[in-house]
């Protein structure tokens, strides 16, 4: 239901840009976020955005990351700048899909490794 692309291996201070899009039977489309695992550490939200665009982001990578969305194609974005190596992680997309108008689902997509590293 979600599929997430972008990751791969960039240089410290390099960017990526990532991309998850949902697919299947989809009424509406609420929240939408990505998350991110580094290893051996719990999850962590790394950034929201709602169906009218409006987006938070944590602390740790305010003004370094952009999440966006195109709700024509119901895909969220993450652009990545300046990455650290304290970056790397499995990230993950979240939606909250509304399949029909009584019945909605939390979705995860299937993590997407970016590494930073020289």
């Known amino acids: 239901q979600l599929q997430a692309s972008g990751g791969g291996l960039v240089q410290p201070g390099g960017s990526l840009r990532l991309s998850c899009a949902a697919s299947g039977r989809i009424f509406s489309i609420n929240g939408m976020g990505w998350y991110r695992q580094a290893s051996g550490k719990q999850r962590e939200l790394v950034a929201t955005?709602?169906?009218?665009?409006?987006?938070m982001s944590a602390d740790s990578v305010e003004g370094r990351f952009t999440i966006s969305r195109d709700n024509a194609k119901n895909t969220v974005y993450l652009q990545m700048n300046s990455l650290k190596p304290e970056d790397t992680a499995v990230y993950y997309c979240n939606a909250d899909i509304r399949l029909n108008p009584l019945s909605r689902r939390d979705f995860w997509g299937q993590g997407t490794q970016v590494t930073v590293s020289s």
């Open positions: 955005i709602t169906s009218g665009g409006s987006a």
